[in-house]
């Protein structure tokens, strides 16, 4: 029998595979423009979570003649309906941009390396990687090299999650149109290019899961809920001010103003959704008993430690990498028992985006 193969019958196979991490906001993007696509109300500055992320490989499987985006999404290699209305929506605001979308059917294989059902949202991770990866097969589709390969996933990945934007570029990222900021837009993100000293250049995340059942507000309609909330102007005036302000914390290595301004913006974001109309709560007795511990941790033992919030009850934990022992300590000791089943993951902030060979 005659092994060898026939390389002419094998159709050529494009395949991409990305891994790109969450992200947590320091100044909080809540709030959209009324007029554009995605575009932030306020500029947001954010950390990169590098070890919670998600992996997505995409596959050219054969050729689109539909006029429509065809694809097939898979979460953990299972096929996942409930997912392909968003995804779909995501291809036709990019359609005209991509060739690979217009002319393939795709297969896009998705993964978290953080369990399901633990309230932290993967839309960041999720859409970054998917943006990275249809960059990656756009340019091998077209031979056609992106002018700038970063910018165009993180202007790609907002169109499908705003704060996705930001997952784009490792540590400190900012998006929105600022003064402090060059080459700041409101379309994509940028990496913040200042040195930062200790103790704010390495900081980690531990996520304290709270609750980890369903939101019941999405992030969608708590954006539009801005509306019509009276607070809303005060909010983004407030919010751009926080930005600037926590560029220049940064860039002097002030702990006490960052940590103030960390933990407003964190409550600012949660006293906007019970200022809306209808109004909603999504923190939970166990993550205002939690904020409680970091205050009084922190007043006893005088460490640079601060909690944040996501649209969501779980509380992040910011400290500097050179307290992990003793962070860690703390939360074994006295957090977790207000941690559903004693959950949480704790993450360094210092790696983006990776494409997997
Ligand atoms: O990207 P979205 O639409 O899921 O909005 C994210 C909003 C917050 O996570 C609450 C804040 C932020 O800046 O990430």
Known sequence: MDVSLNFAAVPHILKSNWRCPSNIALVKYWGKKESGTQLPANPSISLTLSDLYTETTITVNHGNVSGEPAFTFLLEGQSKLA??????????????????????????????????????????????????????????????????????????????????????????????KCESIENSSDFYATPFQSKIDAPLNDLMDAVLIVDDSEKSVSSTEGHSLLINNPYSAARYATAAKNHSRIIDSLEKGNVRSFIQIVESEALQLHA???????????????TLAIIEKIWAFREKEGLPVMFTLDAGANVHLLYPAEYNEVVVNFI????LDYCKSGQYLCSFTGKGPEKIQ
Not at 86 to 112: A, G, M, P, T
Not at 138 to 160: C, Y
Request: glycine letters at 8%; proline letters at 4%.
């Open 272 to 286: 906007m959704m019970m200022a809306s109309s209808p109004y909603y709560i999504l923190m939970r007795p166990n």
């Open 83 to 176: 997912f392909e209305p968003k995804i779909y929506s995501f291809f036709k605001k990019i359609w005209n941009d991509f060739q690979v979308i217009r002319e393939c059917h795709l297969v896009i294989d998705s993964k978290n390396n953080f369990p399901h059902g633990t309230g932290i949202a993967s839309s960041a991770s999720g859409f970054g990687a998917l943006a990275l990866a249809l960059c990656d097969l756009e340019q091998a589709h077209t031979g056609k090299m992106m002018d700038d390969f970063f910018n165009k996933a993180s202007e790609v990945a907002r169109l499908g999650s705003g704060s996705a934007c930001r997952s784009i570029y490792a540590g400190v990222t900012s998006w929105g």
């Open 332 to 335: 074994e000791n006295a957090l």
